[in-house]
């Protein structure tokens, strides 16, 4: 028998703490991410999931005995990592999931067990990444559709421009138990990876034409019930796009405006759910020329538009039972001698006058058009998502998506879809208050900014957008805040977010089983 000290150099070893035999490529086999549970005792020993439980018996109880030596216990979100446990898979990642049914947590308005679990995994996943091994099986640590959004999220790394790129890491689920759930959770997350993608691409390489062009491609397998349409500057104009067309002609880059409908409710002519999605894919402020420093972020500014299109795809994907309608005003908001000026007057399609005060105020005049467009389909619900405003990242940060909505009914489903995953949404008021501050104008019906500039700027431009709004069921989600991450969501790495693409997907599914008519 081991005497203790040898027993936790063993064990260091075993866990890649110190320099030991560890993993070789050649030597084949995959990876493998195990949760653990904190002990309800302080100080407590682990507690392994079923799927970890099964493992330790394989290898004959080696895996709790060396959990048991190898450190302090397993915090949340933290790992431990094993190697030459078991010859099909020789690095073992073992990680902290926090206490078990920990449930709902009403102070953060999230699944708390579904949180740990996505950050969790992404941490286990990376470690094997990290060790330049080409697959891992993951734990579903009881809840298959979480641990795989945080496999596919967590490893996901916009890389395409780069010659040096990291392995890639296929996961897949450990054990048959909960396969369909796990796919699921595989199609949310790379929903949201495509629009991580697509907001984190270069605006040379993401223009207009080209956004549509990508999705149009990935819609391609869909073409029994889902039509695109690619609409031509031309078209917009015979619509009386004005206040559209004016941000548009600033560059060269032609606007487009992307229209897709997924047709998958029983009947073709049921009510949908649209969604529209602010398109600016590169935005320089225009003449109100935005400050240099953190400009190149503003490739991101179309996220909008990639969040709803990627929700489609997603919906596409699942065969949700009910019909969708996505519309993406799609430009570029650029400085020259043909661009939008301050003071300037441009009529919206509802023929509504709006004078420009502020070209860098320019995703809602393009959202305008959209919106009037958007009850031409006797819609169930319209919801349309943009990085609309700097007052919502000051407001809520990174935290939450802000709501604001004229439906109760509406904000409920949202914030149910939310809660499950993981992406919040907090609702914002709609008062009159702000409506007055952008209807008392000098020269038009309208201001594109509140008379008391920067006071509630995201509530201000939520008034604005609501001036183009006659259905009862319309909600505007300024996601500006949630564009990018940092380091605030665990399970994403830094860069460009693609939030809240599985809200809206989630959402969208909570609605195809609504029975009740809201018209």
């Known amino acids: 028998m081991l005497v203790p000290w040898v027993q936790r150099v063993a064990a260091r070893r075993l866990a890649g703490h110190l320099p030991g035999r560890g993993y070789s490529r050649e030597a084949g086999g995959k990876g493998l991410v195990l949760g653990a549970y904190s002990s309800e005792q302080d100080g407590g020993a682990a507690q392994l999931t079923s799927a970890g439980d099964a493992f330790d018996r394989l290898v004959s109880g080696k895996l709790r005995e060396l959990l ?3 450190g302090p216990p397993l915090k949340k979100g933290k790992t431990y990592l094993f190697h030459g446990l078991h010859q099909d898979f020789p690095s073992v990642a073992v990680v902290g999931l926090g206490k078990k049914n920990a449930g709902i947590n009403d102070q953060e308005n999230w699944n ?4 740990n679990i996505r950050a969790a995994v992404a941490v286990g996943c990376r470690q094997i990444q990290d060790l330049e091994i080409p697959c891992v099986e993951v734990d579903p640590c009881g809840d298959a559709q979480a641990a795989a959004e945080g496999a596919v999220l967590g490893l996901h790394e916009y890389n395409e421009l780069k010659q040096k790129k990291k392995t890639a890491v296929t996961p897949q689920l450990h054990g048959s138990a909960g396969s369909e759930a796990w796919q699921k959770g595989v199609i949310y997350a790379e929903g949201q990876n495509l629009a991580r993608y697509l907001m984190e691409a270069p605006a040379n390489y993401i223009t207009p034409i080209k956004f549509a062009e990508y999705i149009e491609q990935k819609l391609r397998g869909f073409s029994s019930n889902v039509k695109v349409h690619i609409r031509p500057e031309s078209w917009i104009a015979t619509q009386q796009m004005g206040a559209f067309l004016s941000v548009a002609k600033g560059s060269a880059e032609p606007p487009i405006f992307l229209e897709i409908h997924y047709l998958g409710g029983a009947n073709a002519n049921d009510s949908p759910l649209v969604f529209v999605g602010k398109g600016v894919t590169f935005d320089s402020g225009g003449i109100s020329l935005k400050p240099s420093s953190g400009m190149d972020a503003m490739r991101a500014d179309m996220g909008g538009a990639a969040t709803v299109c990627s929700a489609i795809v997603t919906a596409a994907t699942l065969n949700l ?7 993406a005003p799609l430009c570029e908001n650029m400085p020259s001698g043909k661009a ?3 003071g300037d007057v441009v009529r919206a399609k509802n023929g509504k006058t709006i004078q420009v005060d502020n070209t860098d105020a320019e995703g809602r005049l393009l959202l305008a058009d959209a919106l009037c467009y958007a009850h031409n389909f006797n819609a169930r619900a319209i919801v349309n998502a943009a990085t609309l405003t700097g007052a919502m990242d000051v407001a809520l ?3 939450a998506t802000g709501v604001f909505t004229n ?8 914030y149910e879809a939310s809660i499950l995953t993981g992406d919040r949404v907090w609702r914002m008021p709609l008062f009159e208050h702000y409506t007055k501050q952008v209807t008392d104008c000098p020269l038009a019906d309208l201001s594109n900014i509140g008379k008391y500039s920067r006071a509630g700027g995201a509530c201000t431009a939520a008034a604005f ?3 183009f709004v006659t259905a009862s069921h319309w909600a505007h989600l300024d996601i500006a805040g949630v564009m990018s991450n940092k380091d605030e969501v665990p399970y994403l790495r830094k860069g460009m977010a693609g939030r809240p693409t599985r809200t809206l997907v989630e959402f969208a599914a909570r609605l195809s089983q609504d ?3 809201t018209k």
């Open 515 to 517: 029975s009740h008519n």
């Open 407 to 414: 439906s109760s009914w509406l904000w409920n489903h949202l």
């Open 112 to 115: 708390e067990d579904k949180e």
């Open 465 to 467: 957008l609501k001036e």
């Open 397 to 399: 940060g990174s935290a």
């Open 321 to 327: 039972p009910l019909n969708i309608i996505g519309l």
């Open 68 to 70: 048991s030596v190898c």
């Open 340 to 342: 939008n000026k301050p």
